[in-house]
């Protein structure tokens, strides 16, 4: 089955960086798109960013934008979101995806595999 496991989370103090990764399994398909999203205590999970594998067409909130990156290696299955400049607003679990259709979104409702999460936490 679909598998997807997050690493890299931590705490870090406001301006300073952090990369995720998620290495996804159990499937074997060239072209889909992943996707990184986040539920702060008391919010709502909202999609932070996502890539298409197979065009590399990238897609990212407003409140990231300039400040995160997506990146994929298809070969081995594997997300990543370098984040810089983080603020105490970017604390949430952040959640890895996947969407098995041929375009992407940062909709929660259009992916279908999701990973445990890994716990983002910026002091200020």
């Known amino acids: 089955q679909v598998q997807l496991v997050e690493s890299g989370g931590g705490s870090v103090q406001a301006g300073g960086s952090l990369s995720l990764s998620c290495v996804g399994s159990?499937?074997?398909?060239?072209?889909?798109?992943m996707g990184w999203f986040r539920q702060a205590p008391g919010k709502e999970r909202e999609g932070v960013a996502s890539?298409?594998?197979?065009?590399?067409?990238?897609y990212y909130a407003d409140s990231v934008k300039g400040r995160f990156t997506v990146s994929a290696d298809r070969d081995k299955k594997t997300l990543y979101l370098r984040s810089d400049s983080l603020k105490p607003e970017d604390t949430a679990m952040y959640y890895c995806?996947?969407?098995?259709?041929?375009?992407?979104?940062?909709?929660?409702?259009?992916?279908?595999?999701w990973g445990q999460g890994t716990q983002v936490t910026v002091s200020s």
């Open positions: 995806a996947i969407r098995f259709l041929s375009y992407c979104s940062l909709k929660e409702e259009d992916f279908a595999y």
């Open positions: 890539v298409y594998i197979g065009g590399g067409r990238t």
């Open positions: 159990g499937y074997n398909i060239n072209n889909y798109c």
